[in-house]
């Protein structure tokens, strides 16, 4: 039977009215804080709503796209409601990239305006170079202040209006030169990521919470204090450019912060440093790790320390997040009462499945590539048809990710796909041996990596990093590993480091590792195969 509905608008609300709103409920309220400077949602809207106009009458329009790199400042998320409320995207780059860089990266994203700060000069510089912001250009610490100030008497800004895949955000997923990756972000869909995350992470959220932000607001931290302002809760930024875990829990302490995003390695130093016993941490309700799945060995020391308050998610930038969730409820220190190395169950609204290589759902415990689709996922990315052709198979988003899910939906990750080689023809993923190998009370880190072996094809090599104050050499290690790792899946060659390399988001750079081994020569069938 067919049914002749009305048409149906796809105009959404522009995400900047998400500002315009808090400000109307709650515009006394601390809207975000950075240390003795704290700023009302009254404040951070009017100030939005004159860059805004400022941004109008510089000529960007609906769909232009707005380069944009700066620390976490207090100006920084205000200017991303700006954009929004122009109807024009904003494309975030990570503050710790060089340079060229982020001008390479405005480039391809065909950026033709430009929001940076005065305390990255080269970077503002490479951006003049490159020529395509032109007079569009805005400098928090230069011209910001002064364009506020010129434009408040303009009153409240009238957001653009937009419709559902309208693009809001060009999320940078992976790449920093020749033509680096672009998820496209849209109105409709982050409308709904707001939701699931609040609903499913945060429940409960509100004008009473408070939370720290640790990482950088160019990609998931901004994510997560975009959440807050829908909700009118307080964000408080973090002093420096880096974390210090002992300022954290102060600012936990002299806030009562309730929530924080943030990675595995960084709950990692949260729970270990001497200043986790000196404040009081009673107010966390929810620490929500992502980016990589915890050690079990990490998770169980962040229970003790914070107690049951971690909340996990799986995602990634093109689908924001929104894939997987393990809640609160679901960790425990008691292995029997918990799905050990689970990260959780299909997100609302969303869907999961295992693929084969040929794009099939595989049934319950096998392993593949693991899809999601549902209303999270993006829009695809700018400007790169072969992205697109491997990441969107049958209708499914493929992430890239390897792992299989039991018979109740819970979802388990082997290890990225890349990560995997293959030795005498077995398929062997790092992260299963990773885990194994932190079970060992003298090691704190450790990361393997594939490299090229004239009889095997590829072998295991590992960089290890040994707990403070621990001692552990190759020999020993090699004769605990014989008893607790299959042969064929025993790293060849093993490296002690002082510390694993990571990038700004706290996640262990695999490639920086196995360039590390070339380097230092522990690792030369590596050397001798280029």
Not at 425 to 444: C, D, F, M, Q, T
């Amino acid at each position: 039977m067919a049914f002749d509905f009305p048409r149906r608008s796809n105009r959404v609300m522009n995400l900047g009215h998400f500002l315009t709103q808090a400000a109307g409920r709650r515009g006394s309220h601390p809207a975000i804080v950075r240390g003795n400077q704290v700023r009302s949602y009254a404040e951070m809207n009017a100030r939005a709503d004159a860059i805004a106009h400022a941004l109008t009458k510089m000529g960007v329009r609906k769909g232009d796209r707005v380069l944009m790199h700066s620390a976490n400042e207090l100006d920084y998320p205000e200017a991303m409601y700006a954009v929004w409320k122009t109807g024009a995207v904003i494309v975030p780059t990570n503050f710790r990239l060089g340079p060229e860089e982020i001008a390479r990266m405005g480039v391809a994203a065909g950026a033709n305006a430009f929001i940076g700060n005065a305390r990255f000069a080269d970077h503002v510089d490479a951006v003049r170079a490159a020529g395509f912001a032109r007079d569009r250009e805005i400098v928090i610490g230069d011209n910001y202040e002064g364009l506020v100030e010129g434009h408040a008497a303009d009153g409240p800004y009238r957001e653009a209006e937009v419709d559902y895949d309208d693009p809001a955000w060009f999320f940078f997923t992976s790449g920093t030169t020749g033509n680096p990756k672009m998820a496209v972000l849209t109105h409709g869909q982050l409308a709904f990521v707001f939701n699931n995350h609040a609903a499913d992470l945060m429940p409960g959220l509100s004008h009473t919470d408070a939370s720290l932000v640790i990482a950088p607001l160019s990609h998931g931290a901004g994510l997560h204090l975009f959440i807050q302002v829908a909700r009118c809760a307080t964000n408080v930024l973090m002093s420096g450019d880096g974390f210090d875990p002992a300022e954290a829990w102060a600012l936990i302490e002299k806030h009562r912060v309730s929530n924080m995003f943030t990675v595995p390695t960084i709950v990692k130093r949260l729970v270990e440093h001497e200043a986790a016993g000196r404040h009081d941490g009673s107010s966390l309700k929810h620490v929500i790790y992502a980016g990589a799945p915890m050690y079990r060995a990490d998770q169980k020391k962040a229970l003790e320390v914070l107690g049951p308050v971690l909340v996990q998610y799986f995602g990634m930038g093109e689908v924001t997040g929104a894939i997987a969730w393990l809640p609160a409820d679901e960790h425990s220190l008691d292995d029997d009462k918990m799905r050990v190395g689970s990260c959780g169950f299909a997100r609302m609204g969303m869907e999961l499945a295992i693929l084969d290589d040929d794009g099939k759902a595989l049934p319950a415990g096998a392993t593949g590539v693991i899809a999601t689709r549902g209303p999270a996922v993006c829009a695809g990315y700018y400007d790169n048809d072969r992205a697109n052709e491997e990441a969107f198979v049958n209708g499914w988003f493929v992430t890239g990710d390897v792992g299989h899910m039991d018979a109740d939906g819970y979802l388990y990750i082997t290890g990225r796909k890349s990560d995997m080689y293959i030795s005498g023809g077995s398929n062997i993923y790092p992260r299963e041996v990773e885990e194994k190998l932190l079970e060992h009370e003298a090691i704190a880190e450790v990361a393997i990596v594939g490299v090229p072996d004239p009889e095997w094809g590829e072998v295991g090599a590992a960089a290890v990093v040994v707990e403070e104050g621990a001692a552990l050499d190759e020999a020993a290690l090699r004769a605990w590993i014989a008893g607790n790792v299959p042969r064929y899946k025993q790293p060849r060659y093993i490296a002690f480091w002082d510390e694993l390399p990571k990038s700004g988001y706290g996640k262990v750079e695999k490639k920086t590792v196995r360039a590390r081994l070339i380097e230092t020569g522990a690792a030369p069938a590596l050397q001798a195969a280029q």
